[in-house]
């Protein structure tokens, strides 16, 4: 057996001699003080030596009377019954500490003057002043186990409710980015069935570059979040296809500030913004098309956004949002609540902004 595994199953053990063995010290403390403050001073030998064993004899018995409590716990039912097992078991455990403490005091001569004591006059003493105190420790003992028994069963049933709410976010953003893929392929290849009467060697070239791109996105599906480095590659394949059908009429610029190449965002966020951009702010019209995306560290969060030359928010309503737009709010709300934000605004000069905020993480500390 492994060592470090040996000391993991020894600590509980340490730990509940220490115990015992503090509750000893200060009881014969106490002992010696009290003694010497009534002229009848003890020396520490025998204060510790008594207290000592009568705390180690407890200790003991502790071991039955916990496995008891956990065994019989007093908060079922038929409760009447159970208090009877307690109380006989308390009776039986302060007789058998009697009994042991008789035998120890006779052994080792536990008296001021370390006179030999007998079985019966020990026995006699304890029987006279201790046996309710005795009583009275194996209730504590229980309630102890109790206590540490209730705390166990709720924080396994807190760990059992946080694991159970992991495994449903974890759910609910699967769901949610599978949603992503579908939507973003029917539109491509609508484009390229349209495209198919026009010019078919571009259609090609659009079919050989969405396979590529497909090909990135199921092997990532897994990835929840990505560095926007691997974002900025995935996009730039999808701008590829939308640029084979507008051609000169879409240009797209970035402005990213280097240091944010390492920080990650949800997986695939950005795709469906850049298409809604395209969709209704530059296919609309004849003239080009411009859409800037930029990037930002403000102190421990990363804005992004995405502004192009259409024709904004009517009357700054906002619109109904379709599935990319609802599906990356919700994303950033399951993955980082009040932290993570995505709002549309129209733009001094024209068109539509898309302001995203995520919490400031690199893909080192992420890991």
Known sequence: MPKTQLSRR????????????????????????????????????????RNLIDWYV??????????????????????????????????????????????????????????????????????????????LIYWVVVSVAHTIRFYRRDRERELRTAELETRLAQARLQAL????????????????????HKDVEAADRMLIRLGDLLRYALESTDEQEVPLRRELDFLDRYVEIEQTRFGDRLTITKEIEPETLDAVLPNLLLQPIIENAI??????????????????????????EIRDNGDGLP????????????????????????????????????????????PWRTEQKRA
């Not at 730990?15 to 520490?44: H, S």
């Not at 949603?179 to 290849?189: A, E, G, S, V």
């Not at 702010?281 to 992004?304: D, T, V, Y």
């Open 10 to 49: 020894s600590l509980p053990w340490v730990l509940y001699f220490a115990i015992w063995t503090v509750i000893g010290l200060a009881f014969a403390g106490q002992l010696y003080l009290t003694q010497a403050e009534i002229g009848r001073p003890v020396n520490w030998r025998f204060a510790l030596s």
């Open 58 to 135: 407890f200790a003991a018995l502790a071991i039955p009377a916990i496995w008891l409590a956990n065994r019989i716990p007093l908060e079922r039912g038929d409760w009447r019954r159970r208090i009877t097992i307690h109380a006989v078991a308390s009776i039986l455990f302060s007789v058998v500490w009697m009994v042991l403490r008789a035998v120890l005091a006779a052994a080792v001569e536990l008296t001021p003057e370390r006179t030999p004591l007998g079985f019966w006059t020990a026995f006699s003493y304890a029987l006279v002043a201790t046996f309710f105190f005795n009583v």
């Open 177 to 196: 980015q599978m949603q992503l893929n579908p939507h973003f392929l029917f539109n491509t290849l609508h484009a390229i069935s349209s495209l198919m």
């Open 279 to 304: 969709q209704h702010g530059i296919e609309p019209h004849a003239r080009r098309g411009r859409i800037l995306l930029k990037s930002a560290r403000e102190g421990n969060a990363m804005r992004l």
């Open 315 to 358: 009357g700054g309503v906002k619109p109904e949002e379709g599935v990319g737009l609802s599906n990356s709010r919700a994303r950033l709300q399951q993955l980082y609540g009040d932290r993570g934000q995505f709002q549309l605004a129209n733009a001094p000069e024209g068109g539509l902004v898309v302001s995203i905020v995520v």
